[in-house]
């Protein structure tokens, strides 16, 4: 029997640690950098005087020269130290002058989180630094600086969550309660302080809120979009909502508004969509609700025709559609340049109108379906009489009895207020009016609106022929009529008039032509017709 072959050992790698070693550190030509930070809200204990007097007594008391004394204002705790700009640059491995120990006056002035306090301190350690928190008796030169740090810096996270808390909750509750908390508000509003000192409440702004009506008409009326709705308020010097915010908060310290520093903020595109649109524009009767959806639609197709390429409108943009998808066609510009024989160029320029899917039918040219378009207009409708569409929303009587609460609050706010009992009774009687006001309004049933065709004394030959192209283009989109061309594989043009909605009532006149009237919302098929 063989003996057994000898077992050979496994040697094993050693693993080692990519921490940085700890330099010890050491007080000969020893340098204090004084640090103070301020958040957006203090008290007189936390400010920066406070903070760099008990620094700079204790630098005093121990005999270390001060290299620096740095202040961070308007900063949040929990921003981390080497990103604020007073700290950082003293933070790094080339500071502007040499230094081995950051004094604080307490540990949360320099950090508010647990991971945030141990990477400052792996930092320190690793190139021969200190950090003194004075209120706590923190040194990190010794063994338990770590636990201590550690310790303190969690229970500082907790109390500023706790405060968020707190913060939220007083914010929720004074909203529920319809006051101001202080916070930015919705242009057109502005805050107004309730008698005896009572609090504050957001109410209107009449600049804000002539601005938004004049925007509104320029919108409705004129059709324009956001560029020059832009420029509209830049021609006519009118502030941003950030600085008018400014302005209001002058007002209410007393001050001179014409005499505050504005930031000089350009209006954008984007922030002045979305305040047009914004719905509590309607909740405040600053706008009613079809006047803001008609907003909204003139809006939406400035930014459809914009996205497509074709801002630039045509005479008969948005009133060719695709007779199949119910796409408005888009316009494209072919040009061509020749030579002639004797040298010299000429150039042609050729416009067509294509389904925006390119999947139904080739494209048409428009000297083909323009004047097809115009001519059997006149022929269909010249002898009819213009009858103007009024839209009429539907409606709860929400925005009234919304005021009327508002009042109501208001009104009862006096109460407490009250100096006598005949003032006090004359408040509750007004107040028992506002409810049987509001029970009233409640009770009305719903509106459905609708749309309502009123007749004029003018047949549309009169009114086409007092308009220019653009206007008449204008005036078929607001009406709603269309005009849906195609051009089949085949060559073959199909074309049609589309009706607005609830023709009938406006155009009882098209009877003769019932038989050529589809179901497809009124189209008239006149590819024959002329």
């Known amino acids: ?21 700890v330099v010890p550190f050491d007080p000969v030509d020893d340098a204090a950098v004084c640090y103070s930070r301020e958040s957006h809200y203090t008290d007189e204990s936390t400010s920066s005087v406070v903070q760099r007097d008990t620094t700079h007594r204790w630098t005093s008391a121990y005999g270390i020269p001060v290299v620096e004394t740095v202040e961070d204002l308007h900063v949040s705790g929990d921003l981390e130290p080497y990103k604020r700009a007073g700290l950082k640059q003293w933070l790094s491995d080339a500071p502007p002058r040499p230094w081995k120990t950051l004094v604080v ?65 007083a914010k929720a509750s004074l909203k529920e309660q319809g006051r101001w ?81 504005l930031k000089g903020y350009q209006w954008q595109g984007g922030t002045l969509a979305a305040l047009l649109v914004n719905p509590e524009l309607v909740e405040l009767g600053i706008f009613e609700p079809a006047e803001q959806a008609e907003i909204a639609a003139v809006l939406d197709e400035k930014s459809r025709r914009k996205a497509r390429g074709s801002n630039r409108p045509y005479p008969f943009s948005g009133v060719l559609v695709c007779p199949e998808c119910w796409e408005p066609l888009w316009h494209r510009i072919a040009g061509d ?97 506002i409810l049987k006001d509001i029970d009233t309004l409640r009770a009305l049933p719903i509106d459905p609106g609708g749309v309502q065709w009123v007749p004029t004394d ?22 709603g009529f269309g005009f849906a061309a195609q051009k089949r594989t085949n060559g073959k043009l199909v074309m049609g008039w589309l009706l607005p909605e609830g023709w009938q009532d406006a155009m009882p006149e098209l009877v003769k032509f019932k038989d050529r009237i589809g179901g497809n919302g009124g189209l008239i098929e006149i590819t024959d017709l002329l």
């Open 1 to 21: 029997m063989s003996a057994p072959a000898p077992r050979k050992r496994r040697r094993f790698k050693k693993q080692t640690s990519e921490r940085p070693p």
């Open 105 to 169: 006056s307490k540990l949360d002035r320099l950090v508010r989180n647990v991971m945030d306090a141990l990477n400052l301190l792996e930092w320190l350690r690793a190139r021969g630094k200190r950090l003194i928190a004075i209120a706590e008796g923190i040194d990190s030169s010794n063994s338990m600086a770590e636990f201590m740090i550690t310790l303190i810096a969690a229970f500082a996270r907790m109390e500023r969550e706790r405060m968020r808390e707190r913060f939220r909750s």
């Open 181 to 261: 908390s202080g916070e930015s508000h919705l242009y057109g509003t502005m805050p107004v302080e309730l008698p005896g000192g009572g609090g504050w409440i957001l109410g209107l702004d009449p600049y804000a809120v002539k601005i938004l009506h004049s925007l509104s008409t320029l919108v409705r009326a004129e059709k324009k979009g956001l560029t020059d709705l832009c420029k509209w308020l830049t021609d006519h010097k009118v502030v941003t909502p950030r600085d008018r915010q400014a302005q209001l908060t002058a007002e209410r310290r007393g001050e001179d508004p014409a005499t505050v520093e």
């Open 337 to 433: 340049t020749r030579t002639r024989a004797d040298g010299s160029t000429v150039s042609y320029e050729y416009r067509y109108w294509k389904c925006p899917t390119a999947k139904h039918g080739p494209s048409i040219r428009a000297e083909d379906v323009e004047p097809f378009a115009e001519r059997s207009f006149y022929l269909l409708f010249s002898m009819v009489p213009v009858r103007e569409r009024i839209v009429l929303p539907p409606t709860n009587h929400a925005n009234e009895i919304a005021k009327l609460e508002r009042e109501h609050a208001r009104l009862m706010s006096k109460v407490a207020r009250a100096v006598s009992a005949s003032d006090r009774q004359r408040i509750m009687d007004d107040g028992n009016k």
């Open 458 to 479: 003018r047949t549309w030959r009169e009114e086409l022929e007092t308009l220019t192209p653009e206007e008449r283009r204008l005036r078929w989109l607001d009406l």
